[in-house]
């Protein structure tokens, strides 16, 4: 099979490449890379939150003639981290670097269904990233206006606004062009005997997370584009009239809704929450199971769960918006349909906690970070409970509260479950496993130093503190109470910055010095696992077409009175 | 053509040492008035409850808007008087000392301020509170700018590249606040002090147009000839302006 | 619970319809404590018993009751009976079952950056006209009051950011904005609404106690939202009654040094109130009251009218 592909020069094969598992490779390390300066922006924000004014120790100089960081970088770095985090780090990992590497192996593909859209998918993707890395650059610096960019605001304010929205432009574009590819290459390339019921959980996730991507992007694309030509052309989609912006009545025609772009945004971006999360359960799944040593619990009532909760994303958006002047039916509806949400993700995290029962645990780095995903998804979707009741959410709304809830969703929750992914394929990608004891130190520093950051946001929230304020709230009356976490957070996010140099060391280090393995270290059942171990870069990824007999967690499997440790899917069982 | 060249080296000769004050050049100085009864400019130390802070800081005496501030006799504060015409094709190095302006008491100190293009300009911050200097040029190559100075930022600095009359400044956080400043590739303008009076130095021979520009009151023009190191006087009386027809 | 909540933060609730507020923020707390208390222990006991010293064979089959289907109908269950009981009600009370004009305080909030202005229709109680074209910061004309209409003569508006209520009288607040998207929130009185341009959005609380506490921007609106702070002062009702008159008259006079005396108790009357004492208040704003009433005679007997009031009809 391999040998129907020649050999490619350095430049197709390595920068514009069209092998999956190299793009999910790029996708994955230029993601890791958004994630650190994404990390960087807060650190910095964190430091001003806790000692407002003073100095930044290091990089002072090169914020502001004081050192410190002023309140216009202070709400250009809030953007940025909000936007690098969500649209350049956390999906590209997921879904452009997992998803990319992983899902063709686990359904017996050679590659994608169509290798040069994923290229420019990439490619895409990449322009995007360093359009919005650039906008720093530009006279007055980045957007600032937050990561939601809700217009007159936005429209009115610096450059690099135009700049986000460009970015945006490409970055959606990349997104688009993924998922026309996942949803095309899961529905037809899937291998011999690879039925819809024995997909592995993780290729379920994928699947619909690429539908909610195809569905939910275009609105916001069309609504980047409306509001770019607001800023440059003049048209008023988002402004109506009236309006009195620096010392003079604004010029323009009017007639625009500002809440018509809090509706296309939110139609976006709360389905884009289950694109964050989906792919980490999926990660979590395969994980539980291979290291629980038995089959998904409840594996068909999880991927009804998921299509169900693919489709109710779609539903929920306005519950972002109860504050902007709902009438009753509207919140009642929206409220409903969030409490129904809920439902699902109950199910699926129920099957997680329920499948380890019974099991024989190894607690292995990958195990670690995908066992601490479960409460901490739990923390963040059960918090999210009373901001989806309208009348909750009046207290809650735009604190502290939010940013903790929607935080233990995304870094407590998929992020541990991205770095359980990482350690988990890291030997199938480079044949070699990452050093255990740093995994150690790396899950335990990790695990502990987000719980420091997050946990007290929900305390500040409650409390009514605002988010995105410069000072942290330092000189309101109700925060006073709880601004002394502030201080706890901020060396809680220096901690768990410390806390990655293991991470960072293990992963360079362990790609030439790693212990070498087999094809299947894990002894696990999926399809990639029967690939060589790190397939070689060009298409085609088993030297002869795996064909599928069974479901996907075949785990110790009583056979004929014996017990079968584990059954890979390309192997034929003998069943009783 | 010569007689141009001449007068540019002259005058780059003058600029040079009206600097160090060795030479005096031509002078024109004149008081401004604003002739009739002047509006009683109302205070805004009720207004400053806004912000703590600045009430603070004014809780014994009037502070008052200063949109047309005369004296007894009608002196006229706060009128910027410039060269309009009469330079042109001269070139002049801008000043590296830098002009400010301060954020003292929640008003701007000066309210009016001339400048060269290029030079830089020190905004202060003497109040420990939060200021938000919102620059607002209309010429284009003139950048708007709009800073935050938290209390713990005392100076931030910038410049105008391009000659404007006159940039709009406002404070975001205070809304009372306003100032004005007036950008020329030349150094000969000067604002009137509480005695209206002016006095633009160090002039070259020539005749210029000079114009006294107002916030509320507008523009008024004279010509001048400055014919070698004499002061002239030129005065500007300004005038309550026609009122509006009802369109 | 609630007071569990407190402990952590919750500021106390100083008003009549907030308590609905609290008693969602209440139930959803008791259910995630519930669940927490059912999976941790659960979670907790299932690695330690189930690690793979211990347990070397994995059942294939796992747990077979149907354990979590109860509990799944629970949470639902629970949600129901939060949405029904808790939410939908809350919500009605808030948007529909606003109190009737005659009873309450109508007042209007017109955002800015970075400010908040109060404009109190006075006692003609209709709101003057206001036009974005007539704004001029430098005049302190912020919101565009037209001053030529006849409604707006009595309009009565206090410094930015200050917005004086009575006590046990429900407020009803028309919030508007001048340039961007605000969110105005009082934590203590569990109000919260964003702002948005081109719309005038009514909220209405009723403040329970008197005092002074700070209202805050909760949407980012600009470099110095953080700083986008105001002051909600609630009087008793004749304490309040007499610092509006006084306020009135006071903006009339428009003089410095003929209102200095009122001003001077008109700041009294804030600074006891954020200490807490309502009744000394009230007796400062009766004095401004009368001050200001002396100072209005002074100022007609000097009987001299500025010829520039109408100053933006010239150009």
């Known amino acids: ?60 100089k090169l914020l502001s003639e004081e050192g410190m960081l002023t309140p216009d970088l202070y709400n250009s770095f809030g953007a940025m981290h909000g936007t690098i985090m969500i649209f350049l780090g956390v999906v590209p990992l997921a879904v452009g670097g997992f998803g990319n590497y992983v899902l ?383 201080e706890f957070m901020t060396i809680s996010a220096i901690l768990l910055g410390l806390f990655q140099i293991p991470f960072i060391v293990n992963f360079f280090m362990s790609i030439k010095r790693g212990k070498k393995v087999s094809s299947n270290p894990w002894e696990a059942t999926t399809l990639e696992w029967a690939a060589a171990p790190s397939p070689p870069i060009r298409h085609g990824n088993f030297s002869s077409v795996p064909e599928v007999y069974h479901s996907p967690y075949e785990y110790n499997v009583p056979v004929n009175g014996t017990v079968e440790e584990f059954v890979p899917q390309n192997k034929v069982l003998e069943v009783e | 053509m010569k007689v141009r060249r001449l007068n540019r080296k002259i005058t780059g000769f003058a600029v040079l040492l009206s600097a160090t004050s060795l030479f005096a050049g031509g002078s024109v100085t004149g008081t401004v008035k604003f002739i009739g009864k002047a509006p009683q400019m109302k205070a805004i130390n009720r207004q400053m409850a806004a912000d703590p802070l600045c009430a603070a800081q004014h809780q014994d005496a009037p502070v008052r808007t200063e949109w047309l501030v005369a004296g007894e006799n009608g002196e006229l504060k706060n009128v910027y008087v410039y060269v309009k015409e009469g330079l042109e094709g001269q070139e002049f190095s801008s000043p590296e000392s830098a002009a400010t302006i301060d954020q003292n008491g929640c008003i701007y100190i000066p309210h009016v301020l001339g400048i060269q293009v290029g030079q830089p300009i020190e905004i202060l911050n003497s109040d420990g509170t939060l200021h938000n200097v919102h620059a607002l040029p209309k010429v284009k190559g003139n950048d708007a700018f709009n800073v935050a100075m938290p209390g713990m930022r005392k100076k931030i600095t910038k410049k105008f590249d391009v000659p404007e009359v006159m940039i709009k400044i406002k404070c975001d956080v205070h809304p009372w606040m306003g100032a004005y400043v007036g950008v020329l590739d030349h150094p000969y303008f000067s604002v009137t002090d509480d005695s209206g009076t002016y006095t633009i130095e160090g002039l070259p021979p020539g005749n210029y147009t000079l114009e006294a520009w107002h916030e509320r009151l507008k523009t008024l023009t004279v010509t001048v000839t400055i014919k070698g190191d004499e002061a002239v006087e030129a005065n500007f009386n300004f005038k309550r302006p026609e009122k509006k027809k009802d369109e | 619970m609630l007071e569990l909540l407190t402990r952590l933060g919750l500021p106390a609730n100083l008003s009549a319809q907030g308590g609905t507020i609290d008693d969602a923020l209440v139930w959803t707390h008791i259910l995630m404590v519930i669940l927490f208390l059912f999976w941790a222990p659960f979670f907790i006991y299932t690695l330690i018993r189930f690690r793979k010293s211990k347990n070397p064979n994995a059942s294939y089959k796992g747990i077979r009751s149907h354990f979590s289907n109860y509990m799944e109908g629970g949470v639902a269950v629970f949600e129901v009976v939060l949405l029904l009981g808790f939410a939908f009600p809350a919500w009605e009370l808030r948007v529909n079952e606003v109190p009737p004009a005659a009873d309450a305080e109508i007042v209007r909030v017109v955002a800015q950056q970075f400010k908040w202005n109060v404009h109190y229709p006075g006692p003609d109680g209709e709101f003057g006209r206001t036009d974005v074209s007539l704004i001029n910061d430098e005049v302190l004309n912020f919101i565009g009051l037209d001053y030529e209409s006849e409604t707006a003569k009595d309009d009565i508006l206090p410094p930015q950011g200050h917005l004086h209520l009575p006590v046990d009288k429900p407020a009803i607040i028309q919030l508007s904005t001048r340039d961007v998207i605000h969110s105005f929130s009082i934590p203590v009185m569990r109000v919260k609404q964003d702002v948005i341009p081109g719309m005038r959005i009514p909220v209405w609380f009723e403040p329970t106690q008197t005092g002074s506490w700070e209202i805050a921007c909760a949407q980012l609106c600009g470099n110095s939202h953080y700083e986008m702070k105001g002051y909600i002062h609630i009087h008793t009702q004749k304490g309040y009654d007499a610092f509006m008159d006084a306020l009135s008259i006071v903006n009339e006079i428009d003089d410095y040094d003929l209102t200095f005396e009122a001003d001077k108790k008109l700041n009294k009357v804030i600074k006891f109130l954020r200490a807490g004492d309502a009744e000394t208040a009230e007796s400062f704003a009766v004095e401004a009251k009368s001050l200001a009433k002396i100072a209005l005679q002074e100022k007609e007997e000097m009987g001299e009218e500025d010829e520039w009031e109408d100053w933006d009809e010239w150009e």
Request: charged share 10%; aromatic share 16%; hydrophobic share 50%.
């Open chain 1, 1 to 60: 099979m391999s040998s129907a592909y020649h050999d490619e020069g350095f430049w197709r094969k390595y920068v514009f490449s069209t092998d999956h598992k190299w793009i999910g490779i790029q996708y994955a390390v230029t993601a890791l890379f958004f994630l650190l300066i994404g990390f960087c922006l807060i650190l910095v924000m964190r430091w001003q939150l806790a000692y407002p004014g003073e100095a930044v120790p290091i990089i002072g």
């Open chain 1, 104 to 486: 063709p192996l686990q359904i017996g593909a050679p590659d994608m269904a169509f290798p040069k859209i994923n290229m420019a998918s990439y490619w895409s993707f990449f322009v995007g990233g360093v359009v919005m890395l650039a906008s720093f650059f530009m006279p007055q610096g980045a957007a600032s206006s937050g990561w939601t960019m809700y217009p007159p605001l936005s429209v009115i304010q610096t450059t690099g606004e135009t700049m986000w929205l460009i970015g945006m432009v490409f970055l959606i574009t990349s997104s688009l062009l993924g998922a026309i590819n996942f949803i095309t290459t899961v529905i037809q390339l899937r291998t011999k005997g690879m039925t819809w019921m024995r997909l592995p959980f993780f290729v379920w996730t994928q699947f619909i997370t690429s539908f909610l991507l195809l569905l939910a992007f275009p609105p916001l694309e069309s609504a980047a584009i409306l509001q770019l030509m607001d800023r440059l052309a003049g048209t008023s989609f988002f402004l109506p009239s009236g309006l009195y912006v620096g010392g003079e009545v604004l010029n323009v025609s009017g007639g625009g809704s500002p809440l018509l772009w809090q509706h296309l945004f939110w139609f976006l971006a709360h389905p884009e929450v289950y694109v964050l999360i989906l792919p980490a359960m999926g990660i979590v799944a395969e994980i539980i199971t291979n290291n629980t040593r038995k089959p998904l619990w409840g594996y068909r009532s999880m991927v009804y769960s998921l299509i169900f909760l693919g489709f109710m994303s779609f539903i929920v958006w306005a519950h972002h918006m109860f504050l902007t002047g709902m009438g009753t039916t509207m919140a009642a509806f929206f409220q409903t349909t969030t409490m129904i949400i809920s439902i699902p993700s109950v199910i699926i995290l129920s099957a997680m906690f329920i499948s380890l029962w019974g099991g024989s645990i190894r607690f292995s780095v990958p195990m670690l970070f995908a066992l601490a995903f479960l409460p901490m998804f739990g923390i963040g979707g059960l918090t999210g409970l009373p901001l989806g009741l309208a009348s909750a959410d009046i207290h809650l709304h735009d604190t502290y509260y939010v940013i903790g809830h929607f935080h233990y969703i995304v870094a407590p929750g998929t992020l541990l479950a991205l770095f359980a992914g990482i350690y988990y394929w890291f030997p199938k990608v480079t044949g070699r496993k990452m050093n255990d004891s740093l995994g150690r130190i790396h899950f335990f520093g990790t695990f502990i130093g987000m719980n420091g950051v997050f946990m007290p946001m929900f305390i500040q929230g409650l409390a009514g503190v605002s988010r995105r304020l410069y000072d942290g709230g330092t000189t309101y009356l109700h925060a006073q109470p709880v601004l002394q976490w502030n």
